[in-house]
T-cell receptor, first 112, second 113 residues
Framework: GNSVTQMEGPVTLSEEAFLTINCTYT??????LFWYVQYPGEGLQLLLK?????DKGSNKGFEATYRKETTSFHLEKGSVQVSDSAVYFC???????????FGSGTKLNVKP | EAGVTQFPSHSVIEKGQTVTLRCDPI?????LYWYRRVMGKEIKFLLH????????ESGMPNNRFLAERTGGTYSTLKVQPAELEDSGVYFC???????????FGQGTRLTVV
């Protein structure tokens, strides 16, 4: 089947620390991969995406590389800020099957 | 351009009552999706409309849930009668045909007591 597994939170970091949130997937086809973010009181926003193997998605200092050999799409940021505090969701989407499959979300708390 | 809008933002109802959630997608988006996140778990797919037709309703939990999209514009999701396990955050999303990205609303937090 299709599923996404991401590390459980919450993750608590100090400002300017390095962030990694692990995400692995299983898919019956060739998926596109996404990271969505939900800031407090807001909806889900697309953070970054990658559509084929070895693609790197990047946005707002966050990066994730589509690794087909390890079926992973880990989210990284070199220096987190308090404003990055949010819940991060990893997701996959198969081209012909419009729906997304999401992970359980990882809450990130960044302390000043 | 307005994003995906959901109403209400919060709803607290008693077990056995009826609740109707509404979603207004981005204008021109033929695809509309409903998802649900229960108890901090993963966000799960409920169903997918293409215009007014149900393309995939494989995620609907049971027949207490009824989704409609009359005229292919806004959509409603009715829960009747509500049970305690229906509590969670209901998200709506829309996308263009062939578009890889889906745009999500803020969600409706439903609490059944």
């Amino acid at each position: 089947g299709n599923s996404v597994t991401q590390m459980e939170g919450p993750v608590t970091l100090s400002e300017e620390a390095f962030l990694t949130i692990n995400c692995t997937y299983t898919a019956t086809g060739y998926p596109s991969l996404f990271w969505y973010v939900q800031y407090p009181g807001e909806g889900l926003q697309l953070l970054l995406k990658a559509t084929k193997a070895d693609d790197k998605g990047s946005n707002k200092g966050f990066e994730a590389t589509y690794r087909k050999e390890t079926t992973s799409f880990h989210l990284e940021k070199g220096s987190v800020q308090v404003s990055d505090s949010a819940v991060y969701f990893c997701a996959l989407r198969l081209y012909n099957f419009n729906k997304f499959y999401f992970g359980s979300g990882t809450k990130l708390n960044v302390k000043p | 351009e307005a994003g995906v809008t959901q109403f209400p933002s919060h709803s607290v109802i008693e077990k056995g009552q009826t609740v109707t959630l509404r979603c207004d997608p981005i204008s021109g988006h033929d695809n509309l999706y409903w998802y649900r996140r229960v108890m901090g778990k993963e966000i799960k797919f409920l169903l997918h409309f293409v215009k007014e037709s149900k393309q995939d309703e494989s995620g609907m939990p049971n027949n207490r849930f009824l989704a409609e999209r009359t005229g292919g514009t806004y959509s409603t999701l009715k829960v009747q009668p509500a049970e305690l396990e229906d509590s969670g955050v209901y998200f709506c999303a829309s996308s263009q045909t062939g578009g890889i990205e889906a745009f999500f609303g803020q969600g409706t937090r439903l609490t059944v007591v």
